[in-house]
């Protein structure tokens, strides 16, 4: 099985611009987690989508948004870049449908984001 | 409630010795605690994981020991190796959403 895939691996924008970032989860996995990584924050959650709709959000200003295809791709968008945008930022699959199953999640290899 | 506590943030051991990370998280909601191995360059890879019905998970070298009571859980790494040199994160999740809370990483280094 082919794991997931994220595009583009590296980008460079500028501050004020906007950006929107591509994850491809495993076939069959129809839960898509998004993360932003930094030196000093760690992994912090951004939301999650399971079958198009979000179903958790995490902590980070409205321009951080995102939405999932019938096809369980996921894109985030992030509007009006700051220079605290940058960072690595991860997209994971799951397979978990209801709460009683496993919510082993499966990690992308990220998309560094600098803002400049 | 919320927040996942990661101990220590390095750690040097030597080749074959035993790297402990600690975690120490707050909300008894989690049932979930998966433990993922970061390389530079790479996102997390799921290493191990347990849930807090058992006190003990064994993969390889890899064991995580869980206490329920005083809401922790450690990844042991026997017989550690070079090729081990890497950042640790445990996590921690639960409920009906994937959401993880991660501590804030070790980074080990095995010397040979």
């Known amino acids: 099985k082919a794991g997931v895939t994220q595009t583009p691996r590296y980008l460079i924008k500028t501050r004020g611009q906007q950006v929107t970032l591509s994850c491809s989860p495993i076939?069959?996995?129809?839960?898509v987690s998004w993360y932003q990584q930094t030196p000093g924050q760690g992994l912090q959650f951004l939301f999650e989508y399971f079958s198009e709709t979000q179903r958790n959000k995490g902590n980070f200003p409205g321009r951080f948004s995102g939405r999932q295809f019938s096809n369980s791709r996921s894109e985030m968008n992030v509007s009006t870049l700051e220079l605290g945008d940058s960072a690595l930022y991860l997209c994971a699959s799951s397979n978990k449908g209801s709460a009683l199953s496993y919510n082993e999640q499966f990690f992308g290899p990220g998309t560094r984001l600098t803002v400049l | 409630q919320q927040q996942v506590k990661q101990s220590p943030q390095s750690l040097i051991v030597q080749k074959g010795g035993i790297s402990i990370i600690n975690c120490a998280y707050e909300n008894t909601a989690f049932d979930y605690f998966p433990w993922y191995q970061q390389f530079p360059g790479k996102g997390p890879a799921l290493l191990i994981a347990?849930?807090?019905?058992?006190s003990e998970k064994k993969e390889g070298r890899f064991t995580i020991s869980f206490n329920k009571s005083a809401k922790q859980f450690s990844l042991h790494i026997m017989d550690s190796q070079p090729g081990d040199s890497a950042t640790y994160f445990c996590a921690a999740g639960g409920g009906a959403t994937n959401k993880l809370i991660f501590g804030t990483g070790t980074l080990l280094a095995v010397q040979p």
């Open positions: 347990i849930r807090p019905d058992v």
């Open positions: 076939s069959g996995h129809r839960s």
